[in-house]
């Protein structure tokens, strides 16, 4: 009966042990909302309604001035000189003016630290200038979405882009602000620079071929946003590059991205593959016209972490020509992305994947704590049992 | 002031409709030394279209072929372009000639029993950056008394 007792102390003892382990200290249970990523309070269902709403009407808006605007580009080559290959204007309250002198210059430097000289597929670049009165009959202009249209859908060998410039770079247009001018010029170069998003792969690479063109629209040219990024930066472009992964909001940024790019985060080839190649089809369609409207504001979630420099890469590590031959392909994406990169699509992606954030660790992973515990329990069991063993007599 | 004026008016007049691109100039200039290298004979107009196409894709028009003339029918396309195919129709459609294997110059040689509309078909096999210029002339070389 003693020892039954004695176990019975042995088993409540091990399991209380167990639970201060394992359970929450604190009791506390999982927040709904996330601590620190950038996100607004949800709105009432009137408000998100009105929100949509705007966004729709942000994109028939924007499908409108570029329809518009290939009518008026037409105008603007025709008086460009010879093997002129961008041209520059500026658009506020639906007039079209010449572009702000500094705008224009920064777009000239920021093409040429692109290596475009004349292409074979021209950009044509409207600023969109904010306007200084609010107007309350329409939604405001979103700074960070910008509108491209393909050159199938102008003369061939014309891409469009419209890029809102936001209240701080119309000011600094308009000569209101210039504090730190030289900073802000490198700033402006630097923004238009991204800004040419696809216009800047059509005149450096010309039209895709069908079937790459067809996965990039699928995926909204996610992968195509930045010809050339530079050297990677110390900080990153996202939450997931800037903090530090001891701290509870690099988790919460790593889990708001897609599945198959939590994979890729932490190297697994199937798993970049499958998010860098979501979109490719065996029956590539394309839209006409080819608008394009993108999100480039900071807190979107990407599908892949730094995507939008990802072809720009591949570019950069396999040469103009294999590029090209992947660019204008009629092979499948997979197959000619592969052929380029002479390597699997996941295992380069992974590596290069690695190369922005040191590989994250999936699956089971205890507590450093935990496991000390746990073999203390196990030990002092062993020990126990050991002990009893030791001390039994059979009568 | 005359002078000025008529000057000024010439300019105008010469100006492009849209600025030339350095590929279309290469194919302009390309067509026009095909059309001297095959040196006609003819008082019949040489025919010259130009184009655009991306990789796989094709683009044709329509020619009167005069009865009794023979004619060379050439194309080319610019630095970029590896492959061009070039096929003359009859009024119905159906395939006359065909060449594919000249890679980027391409050229048939068609004698026309009758005077009928012809037509022409050219498909881009091969583009290394898309778009390419391709330029094609109808050259007549003499006509063969029946």
Redesign the interface.
Do not use: I
């Given at each position: 009966m003693a020892s039954l007792k004695r176990w019975v102390v042995v088993g409540v003892t091990a399991c209380s042990v167990l639970a201060l382990a394992y359970l929450p200290p604190r009791g506390a249970t999982a927040s709904g909302r996330s601590f620190f990523m950038a996100q607004s309070r949800q709105g009432t269902r009137a408000r998100q309604r009105a929100q949509a709403l705007a966004d729709q009407w942000r994109g028939a808006d924007a499908a409108l001035r570029l329809l518009r605007a290939r009518r008026e580009v037409?105008e603007l080559?025709?008086e460009?000189?010879?093997?002129?290959s961008l041209v520059v204007v500026s658009e506020s309250a639906d007039v079209t003016t010449a572009a702000p002198p500094i705008a224009d210059s920064a777009i000239h430097i920021a093409w040429r630290q692109l290596g475009l000289g004349?292409t074979?597929?021209?950009v044509a670049v409207i600023i969109q200038l904010a306007i200084v009165s609010p107007v309350h009959d329409r939604p405001t202009i979103e700074a960070g979405i910008a509108a491209y249209l393909a050159?199938?859908s102008t003369?061939?060998?014309t891409c469009i882009a419209v890029l809102p410039s936001g209240n701080y770079w119309t000011r600094f247009f308009r000569g209101e602000r210039r504090d730190g001018a030289p900073f802000a010029f490198e700033a402006l170069v630097q923004t238009l620079k991204s800004g040419l998003g696809p216009c800047a792969f059509y005149a450096a690479?010309?039209?895709?071929?069908?079937s790459v063109r067809a996965w990039l629209v699928a995926r909204g040219w996610d992968l195509a946003l930045t010809l050339d990024a530079g050297a990677r930066g110390p900080y990153g472009n996202s939450l997931i590059e800037m903090t530090d992964r001891r701290y509870p909001w690099f988790w919460e940024a790593v889990y708001s991205v897609p599945p198959t790019a939590v994979a890729c985060l932490a190297s697994r080839p199937t798993g970049c593959r499958a998010a860098v190649l979501a979109g490719a089809s065996d029956d590539p369609s394309i839209p006409f016209p080819d608008l394009m409207r993108i999100d480039r504001r900071w807190g979107r979630v990407p599908r892949v972490v730094e995507g939008q420099r990802f072809l720009g890469d591949v570019a950069r590590a396999v040469g103009r020509d294999r590029f090209?031959?992947f660019w204008?392909t009629?092979l499948p994406v997979d197959t000619a992305l592969a052929a380029a990169l002479k390597r699997p699509v996941g295992e380069w992606t992974a590596d290069w994947q690695s190369g922005f954030v040191h590989p994250i660790r999936l699956g089971p992973a205890p507590p450093l704590g935990g496991v000390a515990i746990a073999l203390a329990i196990a030990a002092l069991a062993v020990a126990l049992v050991g002990v009893t063993a030791s001390r039994r007599q059979v009568r | 002031m005359k002078v000025v004026i008529v000057l000024l008016a010439i300019a105008a007049l010469a100006r492009p409709a849209i600025a030339q691109q350095r590929w279309e100039r290469q194919v302009q200039e390309r067509v026009q030394r095909a059309i001297d290298a095959v040196a006609t004979s003819s008082r019949l107009p040489v025919v010259k279209r130009s184009g655009m196409l991306n990789t796989d894709e094709a683009a044709s028009f329509s020619t009167t072929l005069v009865q009794g003339t023979s004619y060379a029918i050439v194309a080319v396309c610019d630095d970029d372009c590896s492959r061009l195919q070039l096929t003359l129709l009859s009024p119905s459609g159906s395939d006359l000639a065909k060449e594919r294997n000249s890679e980027s110059l391409p050229i048939l040689h068609f004698h026309a029993e009758t005077t009928t509309v012809y037509g022409i078909r050219v498909v881009m096999e091969g583009c290394h950056w898309n778009p390419c210029w391709y330029g094609i002339a109808v050259v007549p070389l003499r006509k063969i008394p029946s």
């Open positions: 037409q080559l025709r460009a000189k010879a093997g002129t004349e074979k597929v021209r050159p199938d003369d061939r060998t690479y010309g039209t895709p071929g069908k090209l031959n204008t009629a | -």
